[in-house]
């Protein structure tokens, strides 16, 4: 099994930043995708990011140029990097792990709030 634990989530304005964390413990496949979904109200889940030893880095076009997903394999973290935030960006963010296309693990989620 495996437990990933995100945070890093708040309340911003737009324009500024957060940095999100998720941890990851357990039996960790040496090879694995690790990622970052978000649900906003009325939205269907969508993927963010991911982040592969393989295929490296891919996002979403509404988050290129602003957000940038990295990891430490030797932490077993993944970090997602959100700069520019706009309301749009307003979601549950959810951190992830799998292999290929398919998600294995979820976290429990943080909660991402841009407003005025």
């Known amino acids: 099994q495996v437990q990933l634990v995100e945070s890093g989530g708040g309340l911003v304005q737009p324009g500024e930043s957060l940095r999100l964390s998720c941890a990851a413990s357990?039996?960790?496949?040496?090879?694995?995708?690790m990622g970052w979904y978000r649900q906003a109200p009325g939205k269907e889940r969508e993927l963010v990011a991911t982040?592969?030893?393989?295929?490296?880095?891919n996002y979403a076009d509404s988050v290129k140029g602003r957000f940038t997903i990295s990891r430490d394999n030797v932490k077993n973290t993944v970090y997602l990097q959100m700069n520019s935030l706009t309301p749009e960006d307003t979601a549950i963010y959810y951190c992830?792990?799998?292999?290929?296309?398919?998600?294995?693990?979820w976290g429990q989620g943080t909660q991402v709030t841009v407003s005025s």
């Open positions: 982040i592969s030893r393989i295929t490296g880095t």
């Open positions: 992830t792990l799998g292999r290929g296309s398919t998600v294995n693990y």
């Open positions: 357990g039996s960790i496949p040496s090879i694995n995708v």
